[in-house]
DNA sequence: TGCTTTGTTCGATTTTTATCGAACAATATG
DNA sequence: CATATTGTTCGATAAAAATCGAACAAAGCA
């Protein structure tokens, strides 16, 4: 599998990462990873199909929110936090902190 | 008219604040409301039809970004800052500071 | 009362997103 | 090579949101 592209943190735009943001599969990714730093798809996935999965994880790498690194057959995810932080200061800390 | 009702501030939700947010036309509004404080209806309508922006003023109410008061025949509209602050930290100002 | 202003509600579309099974691709391992 | 593992892609469907004209409602004013 070829690597994923990711947009530049100079491009990322604030309402595509906030519907990234507003879907519950996909804060519950996003809390997960900024819990525990970085996971494969599979030890994400809930109930949902991969297929549902996939597709979330297509929504939240083409807005910037989070990186997928490649390694053997699993797909490594983690959040693009310096970046988000230095685009649109304090919008993750607040999404992370959020009760 | 009857006055509005408004969410309770515990009981605001992130997604739907979230989803709220993530619209042009509503983040438009919502800033705008950032610089001015209140505003009614009729001076935050750009182009779009009457009956669209009071959809999207709807979903911003609903969601308890902002709060509408009635004045004669006016809608007077504000954003719910300090409650939002409450039980988003950092959120609103992220949103409003963002580029 | 009749007219104007401000905004809502209704109803019908259209557009956008989500969902998920099935087939596929890439890597690793026996 | 055969098989398992991990995740993507495709395609069809369903669900959710946005759009907007037309009719309506409330308030103010001549």
Redesign the pocket.
């Known amino acids: 599998?070829?690597a994923?592209d990711h947009p530049d943190s100079a491009t990322f735009e604030l309402i595509?990462v906030l519907?990234?943001l507003?879907?519950?599969?996909?804060l519950e990714i996003v809390r997960h990873l900024g819990r525990v730093g970085e996971?494969?798809?599979?030890?994400?996935?809930g109930?949902?199909?991969?297929?549902?999965?996939?597709?979330?994880?297509?929504?939240l790498?083409e807005s910037g929110v989070l990186r997928?690194r490649?390694?053997?057959?699993?797909?490594?995810?983690s959040l693009r936090l310096e970046e988000l932080d230095a685009r649109f200061p304090g919008l993750m800390a607040a999404i992370l902190n959020a009760a």
Chains 1, 2 share one sequence.
């Open positions: 599998m070829a994923y595509p519907r990234a507003a879907d519950p599969a996909r996971a494969n798809c599979a030890t994400l996935i109930t949902r199909p991969k297929s549902s999965m996939s597709h979330h994880f297509q929504v790498r997928t490649i390694e053997g057959v699993q797909h490594r995810n």
